[in-house]
């Protein structure tokens, strides 16, 4: 579909068994890239990185926290001296929370926005440099319905902002390396059907559906081929953009 042959990417948040950031490494490594399979998670990621490396790929499994400064800067030594660059770095990883403005605490406005934000921050900085050398890159980003219309069905305001921040952040890093051939892109989710999704009582499902033209949650794999897409060659000329893809939940 989009070719990524000798393509390396990471894919943060990449170990959750039914979460998105699996279906993305599992499309972009069919594509033909080296995945690089990070996250908290140690389980996880063993089983992300046998499932990529079943599509023929190659996989690199790290330990990462993405709020860490210092994990982060050894994710970066350990990819580039195995595969010696990155080509792609998808930012999945991610948490919410379901509280309200009035019961939310400071520690939990700064624990959400230390992975959604600060996390994506991080990685994307560490990236800039083998990209720049490069002259290729393609930065991805997870945003969120939540940040365009004010909440989901399952996260706080804190929730929003932090993916309303990213979508901000994202164009303006699209300006600052746009000469360097690095793209910087973001995708808006509505409701995917993951987990959470499926603890959902039936009547709560049956509402939240109510306000879905197409009538169903997304698959993370419609999540997964429209950021295949976006770390394409086909994609070049498209940066600072964010693409929704919530079944005309919210249209801008
Ligand atoms: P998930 O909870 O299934 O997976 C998230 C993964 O991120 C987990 O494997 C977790 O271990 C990892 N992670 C959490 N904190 C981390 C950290 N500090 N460092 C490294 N890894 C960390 O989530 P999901 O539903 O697959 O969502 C993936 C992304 O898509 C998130 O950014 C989320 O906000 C966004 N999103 C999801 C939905 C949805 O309906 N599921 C909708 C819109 C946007």
């Given at each position: 579909m989009f070719?990524?042959?000798n393509?390396?990417a990471?894919?943060?948040?990449?170990?959750?068994?039914?979460?998105?950031?699996?279906?993305?490494?599992?499309?972009l490594?069919?594509?033909g890239?080296?995945?690089?399979?990070a996250d908290?998670?140690?389980?996880g990621?063993?089983d992300?990185?046998k499932?990529?490396?079943?599509?023929?790929a190659?996989a690199?499994?790290?330990?990462?926290?993405?709020?860490s400064?210092e994990?982060?800067?050894?994710m970066?030594?350990?990819v580039?001296?195995?595969?010696?660059?990155?080509?792609?770095?998808?930012?999945?990883?991610?948490?919410?929370?379901?509280?309200t403005?009035?019961?939310?605490?400071?520690?939990?406005?700064q624990?959400?926005?230390?992975?959604?934000m600060?996390?994506?921050f991080?990685?994307s900085?560490?990236?800039?440099?083998?990209m720049?050398?490069?002259h290729?890159g393609?930065?991805?980003?997870?945003?969120?319905v939540?940040?365009k219309?004010g909440?989901?069905v399952?996260?706080?305001?804190?929730?929003?902002a932090s993916k309303?921040?990213?979508?901000g952040f994202?164009?303006n890093?699209?300006?600052?390396?746009a000469t360097?051939?690095?793209?910087?892109?973001?995708?808006?989710?509505g409701?995917?059907?993951?987990?959470i999704?499926?603890?959902?009582?039936?009547?709560d499902?049956a509402?939240?559906?109510?306000?879905?033209?197409l009538?169903?949650?997304g698959e993370?794999?419609?999540?997964?081929?429209?950021i295949?897409f976006l770390?394409s060659d086909?994609?070049?000329y498209?940066?600072?953009?964010?693409?929704?893809?919530?079944g005309?939940?919210?249209?801008?």
């Amino acid at each position: 579909m989009f070719e990524l042959n000798n393509k390396v990417a990471i894919v943060t948040g990449s170990g959750s068994l039914k979460g998105i950031g699996r279906d993305i490494a599992l499309k972009l490594a069919e594509q033909g890239a080296s995945i690089v399979v990070a996250d908290l998670n140690v389980e996880g990621i063993q089983d992300t990185v046998k499932a990529v490396e079943e599509t023929g790929a190659k996989a690199l499994g790290v330990e990462l926290n993405v709020a860490s400064k210092e994990s982060v800067d050894a994710m970066i030594e350990k990819v580039l001296s195995e595969f010696g660059r990155i080509d792609i770095l998808v930012n999945n990883a991610g948490i919410s929370q379901k509280v309200t403005v009035e019961d939310m605490t400071l520690e939990d406005m700064q624990r959400i926005f230390s992975v959604n934000m600060f996390g994506l921050f991080l990685c994307s900085q560490a990236v800039l440099k083998p990209m720049k050398e490069q002259h290729f890159g393609r930065i991805i980003n997870l945003s969120s319905v939540s940040a365009k219309r004010g909440g989901g069905v399952f996260g706080g305001a804190h929730y929003s902002a932090s993916k309303a921040a990213v979508l901000g952040f994202a164009k303006n890093l699209a300006r600052e390396v746009a000469t360097d051939g690095i793209t910087v892109n973001s995708v808006a989710p509505g409701l995917v059907n993951t987990e959470i999704w499926k603890s959902l009582p039936e009547a709560d499902a049956a509402k939240v559906i109510d306000g879905i033209p197409l009538g169903r949650p997304g698959e993370t794999s419609e999540i997964a081929t429209t950021i295949a897409f976006l770390a394409s060659d086909e994609a070049s000329y498209i940066t600072g953009e964010d693409i929704d893809i919530n079944g005309g939940s919210h249209m801008d």
